[in-house]
């Protein structure tokens, strides 16, 4: 079984279109997260959620949405689409304890192409 | 802000040999996680090896270790009997728990090793 899991995995959309990226984690874990990675390979966190609430909000335009409808799922939604939003997108889960912290685990990534 | 630095964008290693990749980080918190994370063309970003800055011991995972620095805040990963599955991009994460009771996990900009045979 695919721990984090991510649909889809690749994605080729015109400019100005809406698309969701979806992810799902059976980890049990109560920390989801998204990452985009550009393509000099920069890993930048954009969102987290702790037992779907929103914890981390980086400098992200509003277009892009999450939506955490349970703690096993983290979507993306992404609005009028643009160049510049061409990417892989990883969704990511962890476990976290008072005073520690797990590791990160991830899913597969979505490549997002917007022509 | 935290910050994490990987000095060497690329790097090779025949097959069999030692290397090692550099991060320094830059932080003013005593107490935090680093994380180094290997990215296979396959793209699946997966843990390689964990080190609590706690830890005076250096983390190993068989043909994986670090050399931890906690007062030059260095943190390299030095990979022993290369094999070609080890060709692959290496992130450097630093990892603090924030306000709120937040974790936010830093990365640096990645080196890509490539193991030759």
């Known amino acids: 079984d695919t721990a984090v899991s991510q649909t889809p995995k690749y994605l080729v959309t015109q400019m100005g279109n809406d698309k969701s990226i979806k992810c799902e984690q059976n980890?049990?874990?109560?920390?989801m997260y998204w990452y985009k990675q550009d393509s000099k390979k920069f890993l930048k966190i954009m969102f987290s959620y702790n037992n779907k609430e929103l914890i981390i909000n980086e400098t992200v335009p509003n277009r892009f949405s999450p939506k955490s409808p349970d703690k096993a799922h983290l979507n993306l939604h992404i609005n009028s689409l643009e160049l510049g939003d061409s990417a892989v997108y990883f969704c990511a889960s962890s476990q976290l304890w008072v005073g520690a912290a797990g590791e990160l685990f991830f899913g597969e990534g979505s490549r997002l192409t917007v022509l | 802000a935290q910050t994490v630095t990987q000095s060497q964008p690329e790097m090779s290693v025949q097959e069999a040999e030692t290397v090692t990749l550099s991060c320094t980080y830059d932080?003013?918190?005593?107490?935090?996680?680093l994380f180094w994370y290997k990215q296979p063309p396959s793209r699946q970003m997966i843990l390689v090896i964990r080190?609590?800055?706690?830890?005076?011991q250096n983390a190993t995972e068989n043909r994986f270790s670090v050399n931890f620095q906690k007062a030059a805040k260095s943190f390299s990963l030095k990979i022993s009997d290369s094999q070609l599955g080890d060709t692959a991009m290496y992130f450097c994460?630093?990892?603090?728990?924030?306000?709120?009771?937040?974790?936010?996990?830093?990365f640096g900009t990645g080196t890509r090793l490539k193991v030759l045979a």
């Open positions: 080190q609590e800055a706690y830890k005076q």
């Open positions: 932080t003013s918190e005593n107490n935090y996680y």
């Open positions: 994460a630093f990892m603090k728990q924030g306000s709120s009771g937040t974790y936010k996990y830093i």
């Open positions: 980890l049990g874990h109560d920390t």
